[in-house]
């Protein structure tokens, strides 16, 4: 499915979250089966538009994730082609029952779209920061699992989803304006093997996902512009499945720093030690580099960011800390 090049544009000024909806409207005009469902969330995700296009096809459930995951998977297994989405911690946690047994052991095809998930949503304070979804979605089998980097990204996986028979999480992360990061086209993530950024290195490489990847090449790119040490980026936006390729195939890549927008448990960097083997002696040295184990305290986004050190000035000192070790 074609998609200008300037709307991509408009959609990265947006920010993932606003354009979801408008992704949507988007692919609902040549698919009758799409349904979406939000839980108080419309305007906020850009399903407004969606809904007065097609009020049939909508449904707000209020403030009540639970419920929109049970009836989301009612439409699911009446053939409808379900997208139900919420803020990040509410649709991860308080519907977990719901999603365990309706989508985990019943296999039913919904997409979740975990709305503003890190630390986006800091001036709501930490109630609203999306900071365990990858620990509780990642502990429930049969659960597909992605964080999209730009709008590119997002309209890819949104094609997929809607094509797709198998439940998927979709973990929304950043603000609006943006930095585009995937090549053109709009099937860039629908392979799910994780991919080279920045492949030079010397020895030293970060892996990464969802809106971190545009700040992590920024950070590689200021620690070879200071110290003249070439650090790889490798973009792992699919957590389930999750592909170990480019990351242990080669030997030459001794440490990697894996920066995410998530707790230190159960993201990015639990998964990738999960798939080292624990008998090879020549394995790289993981470093997860995230969210330590506290509640942050409400601010805006940026400040969220530089506060708990993911921010490119945070990253970078805690590069330039560990490689002093």
Known sequence: ????????????KLGLRAAYGQMLLH????????FALSADLGRSSGLDRYASTFPERYLGT????QNMV???????????????SSFAPFISMRAGDQVRMNLGYM????TLVGLASGLSLGFLGSSHFGLEDLSVMGSIPGIEIVSPSDSRELFSVLVYASTSQ????IRLTGASNLTRVSPEGATSLTDKEPRWLRPDHDGISIVTSGVMSATCLKVAESLFSETGISIGVLQANWLRPF?????????KVGTWFAVEEHSIRGGLGSEILRNLKHDDFTRPNVITLGIEETFPRGSTYLTALSENGLDETGIINKIKLELKK
């Not at 692919?27 to 799409?34: E, F, G, T």
């Not at 209020?62 to 994730?65: R, S, V």
């Not at 592909?243 to 030997?251: T, V, Y």
């Open 166 to 169: 198998k439940p998927l999480y």
């Open 243 to 251: 592909s170990a390729k480019g990351l242990f195939s080669s030997s």
């Open 70 to 84: 049970g009836v989301a998977s009612g439409l699911a297994a009446s053939g409808f082609n379900v997208f139900a």
């Open 27 to 34: 692919l609902a005009n040549s698919d009758p089966r799409l």
């Open 62 to 65: 209020g403030i009540a994730e």
């Open 1 to 12: 499915m074609q998609v200008e090049q300037s709307v991509f544009d408009q959609w990265d």
């Open 107 to 110: 296999g039913l095809p919904v």
